[in-house]
């Protein structure tokens, strides 16, 4: 019991935010929040945002595990395009799906494999290490593709991208699952901790026996399993792989996503369902934007400065300084009641 | 005794507390003028607390300054360096990619309309160092110097600045011995000119090449003060590491210790550059002690133990057979426990609490497909809390808002939490205050009576002599003497390691 409201105390400011994001733009489009049943599928904007911010939201659970170790994957957008890229010269190429789909995620663990041997085996800076291949990534997938836009047509890849079940995306069903699945998997073994308390300190953590090395290398082939699913999704959402803008720049969305989300770029204390709401806080601005109808080219800028409140109103100066107007608030109260 | 207007710098009663610590405790040291002052004591006695509350960089929490007759109070180290007190600091805090001259009238260029006039600069510059025997381009940038070269750089530049006392915080540690010389010469130059000197350093015979007079300080306490020419270098060790010259209390308790079958047993066990290969037995519910000064090897001897540095020769058994310690996870599978000297870097995990902090071995040693339940996490931590009397508000607490005593008995919590058969305990009773000193001796003694085995590090020489039916004595990175019951006094061990630090000084 007060470990859940020690959890929702940790999530408010992020639900706080969500919600009133939600409100402002439905106070602009009433339409916003109307939801309509179809074909036994729901449609409304609001299922678009949780659609579109799949791809966010799967690289910001991969993410918030790699960041929790103090640690940084810049090339979880490069690694989408790959494994977008594998899934569709696989299909094309007479494969089933499963064999596609496992070849797919085999190839983003192994991308996250090197990564992690990268930093936790040659001590490679993280920015760096994963550096290499967001700038070597989106080359492979180019040879995989051969350059042009791979289509494809095989319905069951098709499904994944724009299928639906219990009248929800897939998508959609696929990122709450697997964020669900991961959250389930570091709460309830030691996962979590242990990931913290490397985080924290790598040192101090080797010294009191954990396989902190090990670690390491599992968070980011989390990372690189978050990215190829996020990179199947994004390939079967436009029948196609595109080696170009696959995942483009997806990386500091997703970045964004665990630091809206309030989780510290300093490693240690995480939360993946706080980086899932910085996700849809994200995507939501992201959605509000192109409904208001403001020329595209004032988009980016509105988001910037949106996140850049949001920002402000979680940094510790600005928590300090609310929290000791409201501590004078409460002494000048007590004065007020001790001068009746 | 001299006269009053010879001493430059006073400072009495000085106190300083840290959170959970006494960092100096009505500490008084005068400086005079044209002396060279050494400032010694071990890690954490109070050397650098007491040049931070002198130099403005610590607000202090007691005592007075006086500096040329006149009261002073610094706020920062830039008003220490207005008033006439200059510091160098081992790591050379210069920008390494400015010039020798930019370097040294950084923020006080000479100008002309406006615009910094390198000409005049270069000149004023090449005339300060001149006095410093320097054969240096004052064009050439700071980095590629060699180090000696930035060090005096940066004392010309201290002196310029300030004048009246030039603190030097270990300026030796990574100079090669000619490197030395030249900087002792400049320091002697610097002290005829009637500076005062305050000189900090960890080895001792350069304390004898260049000093006038030695305060020694030990646990934030003023120990003495002394004239370097009438003080011996054993008892300058004494000095350093506690208790007189012949005081012999021999503790009981530790004599009578059993004779029973040797445990643990490494033959041969070193690492190149870390520690000579050295023989060691440990038998079931016995103390052994290490001693020696800061650097013998004492912290390597520990992290070799428990393969947090990897052996490179020799072989350790358990009770007769061979084991692999190669890393601090295959140690804890033997029953291995470390508690390391710094416990910031090497100990906490900060922002956990309490409770993750005592459980992580437990849970590192159970694998983290088996949790250690919420409910037997919170039972483990308030047993500990509770058995070692941990202060803390509750177990949820961050662990590095905790006092660094009970830091230290939270992470002596974290290894027996793990029921270790062998325990590693490198300075258990460092930086922390003397109630909890106490309690952490009375702690060891009660394990030993258990039957653990625990080798204690420490320069704590009166608490080793009371625990320990053995000791180690560590001189350069070696083993070079073990004292067996009877034998281990303070003094003993006093005269063991001046005994290898005099062979040294004669050869």
Not at chain 1, 38 to 61: H, K, M, T, W
Request: glycine residues 10%; charged residues 20%.
């Amino acid at each position: 019991m007060n470990a859940l409201k020690s959890h929702l105390l940790r999530l408010a400011p992020q639900i706080v935010v969500l919600i009133a994001v939600v409100l402002l733009i439905s106070l602009a489009f009433p339409d916003f929040l109307t939801l309509q049943m179809q074909n036994g599928r729901i449609y409304g904007s609001l299922i678009d945002v949780l659609n579109r911010g799949a791809p966010v939201a799967l690289l910001a659970i991969g993410m918030t595990i790699v960041i929790a170790t103090r640690g940084i994957d810049l090339s979880v957008g490069a690694v989408m395009a790959i494994c977008g890229a594998v899934a569709a010269a696989s299909i094309t190429s007479g494969h089933s799906l499963v064999y596609t789909l496992a070849l797919a995620l085999a190839v983003g663990m192994l991308c996250g494999l090197w990564n992690g041997i990268l930093v936790a085996v040659l001590d490679i800076q993280p920015i760096i290490a994963t550096l290499v291949l967001m700038v070597a990534g989106r080359g492979i997938a180019q040879l995989i593709t051969e350059g042009a836009i791979l289509t494809f047509n095989d319905a069951g890849l098709i499904f994944i991208g724009s299928g639906s079940f219990l009248g929800l995306p897939m998508p959609v069903v696929i990122w709450l699952v697997f964020g669900i699945a991961i959250t389930l998997l570091v709460r309830r073994t030691a996962l979590g901790m242990l990931v913290e308390a490397l985080g924290i300190n790598r040192r101090a953590s080797t010294l009191s026996g954990v396989s902190t090395g090990v670690l390491l290398i599992a968070a980011y082939i989390l990372s690189g399993l978050c990215a190829a699913i996020a990179g199947i999704i994004a390939a079967a959402d436009i029948k196609g792989a595109d080696a170009n803008n696959a995942g483009l720049w997806l990386e500091l969305d997703a970045i964004l996503a665990v630091v809206v989300g309030g989780n510290s770029l300093l490693g240690g204390r995480f939360s993946i369902a706080a980086s899932l709401l910085g996700a849809m806080i994200i995507q939501a601005i992201n959605t509000g934007i192109l409904l208001s109808g403001f020329p595209p080219e004032f988009n980016l800028i509105i988001k910037a400065a949106i996140i850049v409140l949001i920002l402000v109103v979680q940094s510790p100066r600005v928590r300090d300084l609310l929290a000791w107007f409201g501590r004078s608030a409460s002494r000048e109260a007590a004065v007020k009641q001790e001068v009746k | 005794m001299q006269g009053n207007d010879d001493i430059i710098l006073s400072a009495t009663g000085i106190e300083k507390v840290f959170p959970g610590a006494k960092a100096l405790n009505n500490v008084n040291f005068q400086l005079r003028r044209g002396e060279v002052h050494a400032l010694l004591g071990e890690n954490g006695a109070g050397k650098s607390t007491l040049v931070k509350c002198i130099t403005g960089a610590y607000r202090r929490d007691g005592g007075k300054l006086v500096l040329d007759g006149a009261e002073i109070d610094p706020r920062d180290t830039f008003e220490a360096q207005r008033l006439g007190i200059g510091t160098v600091y081992q790591e050379v805090n210069l920008l390494p990619n400015l010039t020798v001259a930019e370097n040294l009238f950084l923020g006080r260029q000479p100008r002309r309309f406006g615009l910094v006039d390198a000409a005049e600069m270069n000149r004023r510059a090449r005339a300060l160092l001149s006095g410093y025997e320097l054969d240096v381009d004052v064009r050439t940038e700071l980095s590629s110097c060699s180090v000696a070269v930035q060090q005096v750089v940066a004392i010309a530049r201290a002196v310029d600045l300030s004048g009246k006392v030039l603190i030097l915080d270990e300026p030796t540690a990574s100079l090669d011995a000619h490197e030395v010389e030249m900087l002792f010469a400049i320091v002697r130059r610097l002290k005829s000119q009637g500076l005062g000197v305050i000189f900090i350093t960890h080895f001792l015979e350069q304390v004898y090449a260049i000093c006038d007079r030695i305060t020694v300080l030990r646990n934030g306490q003023l120990v003495g003060t002394r004239d370097a020419a009438a003080l011996p270098r054993r008892e300058l060790i004494a000095m350093m590491l506690g208790r007189e010259l012949g005081d012999e209390i021999k503790q009981a308790g530790n004599a009578q210790a059993s004779e029973g079958a040797v445990r643990y047993r490494f033959r041969g066990y070193g690492r190149k550059g870390h520690i000579a290969p050295f023989d060691l037995e440990v038998r079931k519910g016995e103390v052994v002690g290490v001693a020696g000064l800061l650097g013998s090897g004492r912290t390597e001897t520990a992290e070799i133990l428990f393969g947090a540095e990897k052996a490179d020769s020799g072989t350790a058994e358990v009770d007769g057979k061979p084991i692999d310690i190669s890393s601090p996870r295959t140690a804890i599978r033997h029953r291995f426990g470390f508690c390391p000297e710094d416990r910031k870097t090497d100990g906490i995990i900060g922002d956990l609490s309490v409770r993750e902090n005592i459980a992580l071995a437990l849970q590192a040693r159970r694998g983290w497909a088996r949790p250690i339940s919420r409910a037997e996490q919170d039972r483990l931590a308030d047993r500990y809390i509770a058995a070692l009397d941990i202060r803390t508000s509750d177990r949820e607490k961050p662990i590095r808002l905790l006092s660094g005593g009970n830091q230290q008995k939270a992470i002596l919590a974290r290894w027996l939490a793990t029921n270790p058969e062998f325990l590693i305990l490198d300075e258990p009773t460092r930086g922390i205050d003397v109630g909890a000193h106490a309690e952490i001796i009375r702690l060891i003694e009660n394990l030993c009576e258990q039957g653990m085995s625990l080798i204690v590090i420490s320069s704590e020489l009166d608490e080793l002599v009371a625990y320990s039916r053995r000791v180690i004595v560590l001189r350069d990175r070696a083993h070079v003497s073990e004292l067996v019951g009877e034998e281990v006094t303070t003094s003993h061990i006093v005269e063991a390691i001046a005994a290898a630090d005099k062979r040294e000084a004669g050869q």
